[in-house]
């Protein structure tokens, strides 16, 4: 079973916010005591941040669930609930969220990059917090907002200096394995490397990470094989080692038609890959000694121009670390919408939109005749009535507010600068 993930699935939820206490004062020598209720706690955020020493996004392939904690109950006495832990989860430098339909979300490139991910929901307030002149005794709380919730896909695009491309058995798995810790499956038969593999190699005390990225075959541009999903990996290298095989046997193209080829599909999947700072190394030198060859010839056998190879490729590599810049964070910011608006429903019914009506009906009890009363006020504050109006509600009609639906029975307009009912 393959050790390396570079796309999951991953369901986020932030914690639930605790539920505001009802209660009122129970003291000798105090006959009416006022309200205690304390408020709920709000619920954990979630969060992914970028983890250096995290390799993959195997994690999420078998566990696609994280959910942040909830936020503890109110309680008597005017207790509050204790906030929910955040949640943070990790991902590989290089991790992009998209969401269910596709759309970029974050682009988490560096070390400790965070985007939240789903937000905590508020806790409820506690019965004394109705406390007013006209309502002395207030029989109600409110429950904990419910936190967010969504499904992300998740991408990887490995951060690499150098990325070896090549054909399948070119012998990138041995050269990597050569010259850094990389331990990649080495057979002599194409398509040995499933997965790409990143080595650490040291150049007289210059460190760069090589990438061994699977095999490319003539089409990867267009999606033949695995093609797009290898070929993304190569996106953010900053230099690029094409290799060509020598020995006439491991393929039927010459080593100047495999480079053809390879840079064919490099330009048809991003153009702009052509511009990476490169060097065409012929491989296998050890066994194609008839071979005429005019670049640089190496053997990840004997050893024979490895020195060399990573000596030029140092020089590519500091060159393009100073000419490119490191890849910017990309962090889509979701600021709540200010106010209310009312849309018309396929059904007739009218919708009302709007984060701080939808939460005044989530979390009251509407049973309750005193919470009933409050809502209808907040709803009326926050300019429900008047937008309704403008929209065309007539008594009768059907009002959606979050889940609930209601029948509108009156309407309050403003004509002059004054309000009056009808």
Same mark, same amino acid.
């Given at each position: 079973?393959?050790? =390396? ?47 250096? *020493? ?11 669930? &994280? ?7 109110? $309680? ?53 917090? =109705? ?13 904990? *907002?419910?936190? +967010? *919730? ?11 200096? !150098? ?22 499956? @080495? ?7 499933? +997965? ?12 760069? @990470? ?6 490319? @075959? ?17 996106? $953010? ?19 100047? +038609?495999? +480079? ?115 809502? &209808? ?6 300019? !429900? ?15 959606? !507010? ?21």
């Amino acid at each position: 079973m393959s050790g =390396f993930v570079d796309e999951a699935q991953l369901n986020v939820r932030g914690g639930d916010g605790g539920a505001g206490a009802v209660s009122f004062r129970r003291e000798a020598h105090v006959p009416r005591g006022g309200p205690d209720g304390g408020d709920g706690g709000k619920g954990g955020d979630l969060w992914l941040y970028a983890d250096r *020493e995290v390799a993959s996004l195997l994690a999420f392939r078998d566990r696609p669930h &994280r959910r942040a904690t909830n936020g503890a109950h109110g $309680r008597g006495g005017a207790r509050h609930g204790a906030s929910g832990s955040d949640l943070r989860v990790q991902v590989p430098e290089g991790t992009i969220v998209k969401d269910a339909q596709g759309n970029v979300l974050a682009d988490l490139v560096r070390e400790g990059d965070a985007w939240l991910a789903a937000r905590g929901g508020r806790g409820g307030r506690g019965n004394a917090r =109705f406390l007013s002149n006209r309502r002395r005794a207030p029989s109600f709380a409110e429950q904990g *907002e419910v936190g +967010e *919730e969504q499904w992300l896909h998740l991408e990887l695009k490995l951060m690499a200096d !150098v990325a070896l491309v090549g054909f399948p058995n070119s012998g990138k798995s041995t050269l990597i394995s050569r010259v850094s810790a990389a331990k990649p499956k @080495i057979a002599d038969y194409p398509f040995t490397t499933l +997965e790409p593999h990143l080595g650490v190699v040291v150049v007289d005390g210059m460190e760069m @990470i090589m990438a061994d990225i699977p095999g490319l @075959i003539e089409g990867a541009s267009e999606g033949r094989g695995l093609g797009h999903q290898f070929l993304r990996h190569i996106e $953010r290298a900053r230099a690029l080692l094409v290799l060509v095989d020598l020995v006439p046997s491991s393929h039927d193209s010459s080593p100047a +038609e495999q +480079e053809e080829v390879l840079l064919r599909e490099l330009v048809r999947y991003r153009p702009e890959l052509l511009e990476r700072p490169r060097l065409v190394v012929g491989t296998k030198a050890d066994v194609a000694t008839d071979i005429e060859w005019e670049g640089l010839r190496i053997s990840a056998v004997t050893g024979e121009g490895i020195p060399d190879l990573l000596h030029r490729t140092a020089a590519l590599v500091a060159g393009a670390r100073a000419e490119q810049p490191v890849p910017e964070t990309y962090i889509v910011h979701r600021p709540e919408p200010e106010g209310v608006q009312v849309e018309r429903a396929d059904d007739g019914a009218y919708v009302v939109l709007g984060k701080p009506a939808e939460r005044a009906v989530a979390v009251n009890d509407l049973t309750n005749p005193q919470a009933l009363e409050y809502v &209808r006020h907040r709803l009326s504050r926050l300019g !429900v009535d008047r937008a309704l109006a403008r929209a065309g509600a007539r008594p009768g009609d059907m009002v959606r !507010v979050g889940g609930f639906t209601f029948e509108y029975v009156d309407q309050e307009i403003e004509v002059q600068g004054r309000r009056r009912s009808r």
